[in-house]
DNA sequence: CGTGCTGTTGAGGACGATCAATGACGGTGG
DNA sequence: CCACCGTCATTGATCGTCCTCAACAGCACG
């Protein structure tokens, strides 16, 4: 198998890029990690209809939008979100390279309308349309992978539940970045700095900005994040010891074999 | 199709009873609101190894243990919960008669182990095998409303985190209550009583025992709640509206058609 | 060179946690 | 039948975390 590439026209930056989006890409990684064959990438990117580039801080799904087609995001870093009646943002998930945008709103049609996504960072995201969904879960074993990644969102929700219901802000922060972490390490992501602002981190814990503010600059004194403009971690095993972290949820064991072998084969 | 019946035993109450698990049950009003046939029905029972009484707060499915065996709330009240590091308890989740107790588990093996099920009414459970689950899964229908189900818990812990992130105790703990009762009556439960205790509610609100004590007798003083020992809803037009509640997220729409005529031929 | 977004700092106040004790109810055994 | 126990509900008092309001600094952008 030779790896895929495709032009991608990105609107705001109006240039045209050569990228990869194959197999050592985040989504394949993370089709990889979800039990999917090596097949299964490639004819998922063959159903993809066009590709867009979104900046930051536009949507890439209106909260009313009616959606046809269900978007995958390449590159870049998203949140879904839900506003509040005081105008406020409620961020339900961070978004990175290798996620589904809106399965949800797939299997689920019409009943998780007011839900958006928004753009953190300039993104590309792939589109394919609902009609042809059909052949892609004619796949068992990717629909099996979509069914996992559903699994999947279910489980980051039930952990960040348990985090915000349990304690201090400290905690709080703590686990969430130590979930996005995991997350794109887990698509091959290995940067220590997070790519969104201290008011996303508020939206996302549920505490005010401020409260964050103070809490990003307690983990700093502790040597836990860098003491930059930007949030950067620098020890990693001390923030997840106050997080509680454990990541096992965020990776999905037992189903990687076949893969391993045949990545090796491509990549090798 | 004829009604189907089956012998339950259970194990504490040491007697038998004969039970109708049909179509109009809690299990077939869920299986036909995530779109599933009524064929579907009667497949998923016929695959049922044995049914178990649980009695309330006993384990269904201990934190530790390795499944090799889904199990299916037929009737009374369960929650899934973990335990924190000071031995409390939180919860993730009530499940009521037709929920899956740990599908979680099965799609997604060993990343979800310290996830523990617990009674908290007396309850009837079905046994399925895991090998058992490859025949159910070859039913295109029933693999759907089985992904579908996944998806529903996955907002139902989306809609809990918003409202645990949100506002006061009286918001989060009417929500609460509001996602309870439309879940319930969604499978056909209109009581508006409500099987726990206000420790489950603290546990599951991530408020403290006392806290939520003071925040239901506001809600009694608002004529919301019946001033009795039990947690009983009187008003639930003003719950709902204090909790901001949207209950279209519990419901499946477009999915019923089927359903609805062959229900007519067999129950009418 | 303003305008907006992000980050930072200070002060006051509210909500909910914690500790502690008591009451009400149902079951169990002497 | 009553004493005892465990569970659940209730009440009071104190304390801490985090919110709110308000102001300001740095930086990118047009």
New interface residues.
Partial sequence: MQLISVYVYVSRMEKVLGVDWGAGSPLGLKLKSLGAEVDDLEILLQAVKYYVGVAAHDNVIREAEAGEQMKVLLAGTTCSY?R??DGGR?I?SFQHPGDFCD??RY??????S??GVQALTDCTVAVIDYRDMDGLLSRPTL?AA???A??????I??E???S???GTALERVAHLLCEQLARREAVGIHASRLPFSQADVADA??LSVVHVNRTIQTLRSLNVLKASHAIEVVDRKQLMRIA?F?G???????LVSKWTVRIKETRD
């Fill in positions: 839900k509040k009646e409620t339900l399965l949800h299997v689920l049609p019409d009943n998780e007011a839900i629909a979509l069914w996992r559903s699994m999947l969102e279910a489980a929700y039930r960040r539940l348990t915000t219901s349990r814990a549920g509680e454990d096992r949820y965020i990776n999905v064991p037992k």
